[in-house]
């Protein structure tokens, strides 16, 4: 049996292709098809049921170095409402999964206390990390699982306009990267965060089950927002070369491995797997994430083998497709790292045949999202 | 006089004399959704039935087309590359990808007709 989100029988209703994705029944795509919806966000506005992903609070005296502790990244000196995208480490520096925490502004829903962080986790790996994170917490801290929390994201050029069109806010000064908090038109207490998975400018909103269905239906009806689903949401990442858990990081690429060196610390010593990632920080990494992407024509594919001219095989896939913003084809992978340099001639391996490629710049489509000015 | 026939793997084929012109089925391409690359085969390559004859890419996965009689290829469909809607079309009018000259015809017997296939995939879902 699948899992489903509260907007389950909406997407059934707007005759959403359905699919499995890490348990829960979501919508693939709606009727116009996966090409004109990636599209429609790169010119107008998407809204996305991500409401399968965990959400945790973690609270109490000490959660920020706790969280330095799970975390390569820093958290004690982070104001209020500041979101920092980090990963969770393993004692050998693999990823046990990729997260954003959020240093929560006065919210009513919660006791006061001065730490306290709101939790974003990918729905594959909620149960995992929850476990992995009580595991290692101090008695003196408490985690609280918000089930009753739907999270849908609004991404693109007109989500400014449809949200302060549907939800008590001013989103003016509100800053990429960080979040404040909102109100329903019926007072329920939304958490807004201004960052999204897609590259453009945009909003994530935390909300009780309750209100989910009467928002994401006042989202459509502003001018310009169109559902969304998740095959767009996977080629949008893809063009701003972001990481996918499961394909590009898992337990044991590194951050550094994986090119993700800026989430990294230069305080903090006591996290998980500080060994081999200062090792690597210091001498490299024997291998590197890196965008691809195809000269010739074919489409690259997780698991397709990335090749030198001389035919050595100099690492493979991780993720790839179409972009429909580029018309071609892109990807990402690990590669050896004497050949991880922009504009590295190489080949991918299609079905036996070496397509030319080249190692390129990421994002591979320039990213639109507001600046990130301290507040 | 030609024919359509289909196969259990979403092929359809236009039977025409000792030519058989191979795209995929509508429910096939509903399936996959939109159409984002499609590799032919060489004119020339001998083919027996069951190998693979050409690769029709969505933006999800890529879809092994398989070929319905061994044969040789002796035409591929070049426009197809450059626009994919054609994949949408019938066989008999733009949505062939190849063309196979038949060499056993007997090998065409097994297939379904429009019936058939229509009562086959709406068993599948």
């Known amino acids: 049996m699948f899992r489903k989100t509260v907007l389950h029988d909406t997407h059934v209703n707007l005759n959403a292709k359905m699919g499995l994705f890490a348990g829960y029944d979501m919508p693939l795509y709606y009727d116009e098809g996966v090409i004109k919806e990636h599209l429609w966000v790169r010119e107008s506005a998407g809204l996305f049921d991500v409401s399968h992903m965990g959400q945790i609070i973690i609270e109490g005296a000490g959660s920020a170095e706790f969280l330095e502790r799970i975390t390569p990244s820093e958290f004690q000196s982070k104001s209020n409402g500041r979101a920092q995208y980090t990963v969770l480490t393993n004692e050998q520096g693999g990823i046990i999964d990729d997260l954003i925490i959020t240093r929560i502004e006065n919210s009513k829903v919660f006791t006061d206390s001065d730490d306290k962080f709101f939790i974003v986790l990918n729905a594959g790996c909620k149960e995992k990390d929850i476990e992995w994170i009580k595991s290692h917490m101090p008695e003196t801290l408490c985690m609280t699982c918000l089930e009753d929390h739907g999270l849908i994201a609004l991404q693109g050029s007109l989500a400014v306009k449809a949200l302060e069109e549907t939800i008590q806010c001013d989103v003016s000064e509100l800053s990429y990267m960080h979040m404040m908090v909102g109100k329903s038109p019926c007072g329920e207490e939304i958490f807004i965060s201004r960052l999204g998975y897609t590259g453009e400018d945009g909003f994530e909103l935390s909300l009780p089950n309750k209100i989910v269905s009467s928002v994401w239906e006042g989202f459509l009806r502003c001018e310009g927002v169109k559902p969304i689903g998740l095959a767009a949401r996977d080629s949008l990442r893809l063009e701003m070369g972001f990481p996918l858990y499961g394909h590009d990081i898992d337990d044991t690429t590194s951050p550094v491995e994986a090119d993700l060196q800026w989430i990294i610390s230069k305080k903090t010593k006591m996290y998980f797997g500080y060994d081999r990632i200062q090792g690597e920080l210091s001498e490299g990494s024997s291998r590197k994430r890196v965008g691809i992407k195809l000269l010739g024509k074919g489409i690259a594919r997780d698991g397709y083998e990335i090749r030198s001219k001389s035919d050595e095989i100099i690492g493979s896939l991780t993720s790839g497709g179409f972009s429909p913003s580029l018309k071609s084809s892109i990807g990402q992978g690990y590669i050896d790292r004497a050949y991880a340099n922009i504009g590295e001639k190489i080949f991918v391996n299609v079905r036996g045949r070496n397509i030319e490629a080249e190692v390129t710049k990421t994002p591979f489509v320039m990213a639109k999202t507001k600046s990130m000015k301290k507040k | ?125």
């Open chain 2, 1 to 125: 006089m030609s024919e359509i026939k289909f196969t259990n793997e979403h092929e359809c084929i236009k039977i025409d004399g000792d030519v058989a012109w191979i795209g995929i089925t509508k429910y096939a391409q509903e399936a996959l959704g939109d159409v984002v690359h499609v590799e032919l085969p060489e004119v020339g390559k001998q083919l027996k039935k069951g190998d693979n004859l050409a690769v029709v890419e969505s933006v999800k996965t890529a879809a092994e087309v398989y070929s319905p009689v061994d044969g040789e290829i002796i035409e591929a469909n070049v426009d197809m590359e450059n626009n994919l809607e054609l994949v949408a079309q019938l066989v008999s009018e733009g949505g062939w990808i190849a063309k196979i000259k038949i060499s056993d015809a007997s090998q065409l017997e097994g297939l379904m007709d429009e019936v058939k296939y229509n009562e086959y995939t709406e068993n599948l879902d």
